[in-house]
């Protein structure tokens, strides 16, 4: 299997705006889709990532990938040094890194990454990849 960059990219700009709309403080959006889908759609976009990079992968490698980075980058949030604080204060270091440690952050990763393969896995059968 070999993934499309063009609709992997197509794919990545639709959750990336789809995650910051649901950090805007433009949208009003419920407590829930704040508090979560924004971590999980960052999951998704670090699995379409790690997809379009490495085109000929699993489905399952890419997933892998893409919760040890997500495993990585949330377990980092504990670590406070003086740079790492201040490279968090640029806000787009803060969507990529996070400001801090939670473990229902974890269980976001997972559904989002979940839900990639599920859309991979759906793409792969109407051959859109």
């Known amino acids: 299997m070999t993934r499309k960059r063009t609709w992997q990219t197509l794919l990545m700009v639709f959750v990336l705006a789809l995650g910051l709309s649901s950090r805007s403080r433009v949208i009003v959006w419920p407590w829930w889709v704040t508090a979560y889908v924004g971590?999980?759609?960052?999951?998704?976009?670090?699995?379409?990532?790690?997809?379009?990079?490495?085109?000929?992968?699993?489905?399952?490698?890419?997933?892998?990938?893409?919760?040890?980075?997500?495993?990585?980058?949330?377990?980092?949030?504990?670590?406070?040094?003086?740079?790492?604080?201040?490279?968090?204060?640029?806000?787009?270091?803060?969507?990529v890194l996070g400001q801090g440690f939670l473990w229902g952050d974890l269980v976001c990763y997972a559904a989002g990454i979940a839900f990639g393969v599920i859309v991979e896995r759906v793409w792969q059968r109407l051959r859109f990849t």
């Open 39 to 95: 971590d999980a759609l960052w999951a998704w976009l670090v699995f379409l990532g790690f997809g379009w990079l490495w085109t000929r992968w699993s489905t399952r490698r890419v997933a892998l990938c893409a919760l040890a980075f997500s495993l990585v980058i949330e377990f980092s949030q504990l670590l406070h040094t003086p740079w790492l604080d201040g490279l968090r204060a640029n806000r787009f270091a803060a969507l």
